[in-house]
C-alpha cells in the first residue's frame, strides 16, 4: 500500500483522504498464533502539520487464531484506531520507533502491521463458557458443549442474581 503524498508534503496544512487495502505479509504468521491472511483495510486521512505527517483513521482486518483451553479454530475481526505521526526519513538521528515517509510516498504496510500486532488481543477463547465447569455434568465446557444434554452452565454473573432471588423466596 503505497500513498502518492507529493499533493501534501510541500504545503503545511494540506489534507488527503486514504481509503485503501491491501495484503501485508508481515502479519501472514504472528508468534505462530495469530494469522491476517485477507485484506487489510485502511480509511483515513493524512494531513500536513509542518512537515510531520499526521496519519489518522481506523485499520480493520480479519485474522485466525485457536480457543486457548480448547484449540477450536477462531475467525475474529479487529478494528483499531490510528493516530500516528510520521517523520520525514532522515540518515541521522534516526529513532527506531518513528514512522517515516521518504521522498514522495508513504508506505503503510509496516505501520498497519506494527499497529495491528499491538493491538491483537493474545489470548481467545471460542465462547464466553469455553471452560466452565459444567454445574449438571462438572465436566468443563469446550467448545459449544459439554457433553451433558442439560442446559449449558449459566453465566456467573447469572448465577449470582438467582441465588439472590432464592435467599429472597426462603426469608
Ligand atoms: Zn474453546
Ligand atoms: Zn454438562
Redesign the pocket.
Known sequence: MRIDISEIIKTPGAKIAIDETGTIEDINDIYGLISVTGPVVFKGSLININGILSLNGKALCTYETQ??????KITSKLQTDIDEDLIKEQTENINDDQFVYKDNYLVLDKILSDIIVLNLPMSH???DK??IICSGCGKPV??TRCGCKDEQPIDPRLAVLKKLINDDTEN
Not at 67 to 72: K, P, T
Open positions: 480457543c486457548d483451553i480448547c484449540g477450536e477463547r471460542c465462547s469455553c471452560g469446550t467448545g
